[in-house]
């Protein structure tokens, strides 16, 4: 995703370097003046206030650390998945974002201004149940590389967890289980900025209602829904 607005950002010449209408990550990795690109820190895919590293050495591609970003597209309103669909029943992705997404404004039933598009996601924070950090590893500017998993199951640092999020925890749910890196988060005090699909920006807390099931009957999970058909208003 980051790598197709690249024009739009005022990085015409990395968009042109990295062709990505025409290549793969993977391809990208392998080629030295690409790779360079793809470890250039770029400041408007950061958050000023969170203190993870230009390079995201948790989230390689290929063994290569890339670009750090602290926005995530919106995928789904349970666990960020590959597919569009019905979010827990078939794992499917009701957002805007999902592998080779062709959402439109047509898709987005709900409308533009009630539907996210994009989240934060922080390095690490402290967590809320004890002590030590829960490691959120924010995300890649560029993309991901391919479906990359292991006995069968994705690799939660390599895959499209790098680039989407889903609100399978609540914001800044931080006590250091294994779908935190999926979810959203940020160093500001209290909640996170979201990108609604209308082009605002908006802050929403932390305690915004929000539940763990497979439907999307909370505030937080009618937000990234594009087609729930319900009525929202953040609190």
């Keep these: ?3 197709f607005l690249l024009p739009f950002v005022e990085q015409v010449n990395a968009y042109e370097i990295l062709q990505p209408q025409k290549q793969n990550m993977a391809a990208a990795i392998s080629n030295t003046n690409e790779l360079k690109v793809l470890k250039t820190p770029l ?3 950061r958050c000023p206030s969170d203190t993870g590293p230009d390079l995201n050495d948790q989230r390689k591609l290929g ?5 750090t970003s602290n926005y995530i597209g919106s995928d789904s309103s349970d666990l960020a998945c590959r597919v569009d669909g019905i979010p827990g029943s078939n794992y ?5 974002f999902w592998e080779n997404s062709d959402c439109n404004f047509a898709d987005i039933e709900d409308g533009t201004s009630n539907t996210i598009a994009i989240g934060e996601r922080c390095w690490r924070m402290n967590k809320t149940n004890g002590t030590g950090k829960a490691n959120y590893y924010a995300g890649n500017v560029f ?4 479906r990359l998993v292991q006995g069968g199951s994705p690799i939660s640092t390599l895959t499209l967890y790098s680039v989407l999020g889903g609100t399978v925890r609540a914001i800044n749910y931080a006590r250091g289980d294994a ?3 999926s979810s959203y988060s940020s ?3 209290g909640g996170c900025q ?3 699909c209308d082009g605002s920006v908006q802050f929403i807390p932390e305690t915004v209602p929000f539940d763990t099931d497979n439907t999307p009957d909370t505030v937080m999970e009618l937000l990234v829904s594009r087609n729930d058909g319900r009525p929202v208003t953040i609190p």
């Design 1 to 3: 995703m980051g790598a």
């Design 179 to 181: 779908y935190e890196n």
């Design 92 to 96: 499917g992705a009701d957002g805007v």
């Design 194 to 196: 979201f990108l609604f």
């Design 187 to 189: 160093l500001h005090p």
């Design 63 to 67: 063994g290569q650390a890339t670009a």
């Design 143 to 146: 993309g991901v590389q391919g």
């Design 43 to 45: 400041t408007m895919f």
